[in-house]
Structure formats: structure tokens, C-alpha cells
């Protein structure tokens, strides 16, 4: 049996999951995705001129972005040239399904509970680990692209050590770098110190930034300030993965002419793959 989609804004992984669904024989009606070229071979992908077209009375379910909004005021959208205002979304979602990550708690507030259904996938532990997992492998395939040195013997340094600092400094050590993790609480600097890997405490980093290869921030919080950026060495690979605004000051990064690459939305294919999943365990 088919379902109407509506597929609204989203990256490359909104994109792989349009795909799949048409080929498993639904409609999909698409806003805020026209400059996906890849979309435009099947007849079973609609692209609407109006978000009120894309969220007609005949859909069931809504697939927003993973993460929903960057801003909070639009949600993301980079294959369009269109700035989609989360109100305006909004405003159509009476008695549809609304899967997307990341959603903010205003779009709760903004949504008529009664006639709105809302899964949060990122809210999911099973696809938390797999987006960790992609998040790493794809961190340090970046790595081994953008430096002359191999990681084995590297010196690198993790700020954080959520999921995604746990996995990837096990990954990173796993290639024989030598790893240094960067937390707060005591707690975390246990672990680290658990899991065999240097510790240091991201409140008194400072000169000790000069010794490491490769540094890689997993904090949505302004780590890498003006000050610490001095004490980074000109051939050192900064990678960040938080989310907007990022952890490490990108201008002053810019002025000091030091390596700095934003590694924004890494998973894909795996995340992809279970949104699929999603729609068949709740019979979608």
C-alpha cells in the first residue's frame, strides 16, 4: 500500500530517503528541495511551487530536516533558495505526522497537540549511536584527506567526550594515534582515563594546544576561543562538528591562517536507511 509524503527542506540524507521512498512506489511531494537534480528522474517526486501545495489534505505524513532549524526561525533548507519559515510549516501540519531530529520545544508550543503528531528520530538511542558511529568514520576520513601526516602516531586532541567523543576517540586510537580527550566533569575525565586515553581538562587548555597534530571540537559551545587559537601551531588540522555557531572562532581561525574545516551533517546513508524504518515499524 502507498502513502503521500511531504518532504520539506533537508540535506543529502532528506534527499537519499525521497529516493527510497518513490522506488518503494509512494508519492512524494517535495518543497524547499529544487535544486536536488537527482530527484528530477521519477515521476512520483512532485516538485511543489507552494509549501500549502507540497502539504495538501491528500499527505500523511511531514519529513522535515535532521537537525529541523539552525536559527530557530527557519527550518533548513540547502537545496532551495527559499527561506521556509517554521511558522508558516507549521501552519499546515493540522492532522499530519510530523518526523524529523532535532526539533526544537517552540515547535511543540506552536503545534495543536491534539491534531499534530510529532517523532523527534533523534530522540532515538538506536539512531543516536548510529549517527555517532557515521559521525566519527566520517570525521576521520576528513582527517586523512586534509593533513600530510598519516594518523598512526598523531597527536590528537577531542574536545568533549559525549557519543561522539567516545566513539571517535576509539576509532582514532584503534589507527594508533595518540589521543588526548578534553572534558569538565570529573566523571568524563575517569572514563577517559578508563578507556586508556590522555586526559585534560577543557577549562585549563591553553599552550598545551601547540602539541597536537589534529584538534577536533564536539562541543556546541565556543571552545577555541581568539586566546587559545595563539597557542595552535599554523600546521595543525582543526576539524569541527557542532552544530551552528560551532565551537572554535572560524574568523580568527581565518586570520591566523590556520586549517579549519566545519564538518557539518557527516551521517547519511545510516540514518537514511533507518528513517526508513521508522515508517514501517509505526505501519507509516
Known sequence: MSTNFAIIGGDLRIIKLAKMLADEGNTVYTYGLEKAEELKGYNNIIFSEKISKAISKDVEIVVGPIPFSSNGVNINSPFSDNEISIREFIHYLDGKILIAGSIMPEVYNLTNDEYVEIIDIMKREEL?????VSTAEGTIEIAIANTNRIIHGSKVLILGFGRIGKVLA???AGLAAKVTCAARKDEDLAWIRAYGHNETNINTIGENLGEFDIIINTVPHL?????????????CLLIDLASNPGGIDKKEAKERNLKLIWALALPRKSCTCYNSRIYKRHNL
Open 223 to 235: 571552545i577555541l576561543n581568539k586566546e587559545r587559537l595563539q597557542h595552535v601551531k599554523k600546521e
Open 170 to 172: 576509539r576509532k582514532m
Open 128 to 132: 543516536a549511536v548510529l549517527n555517532t
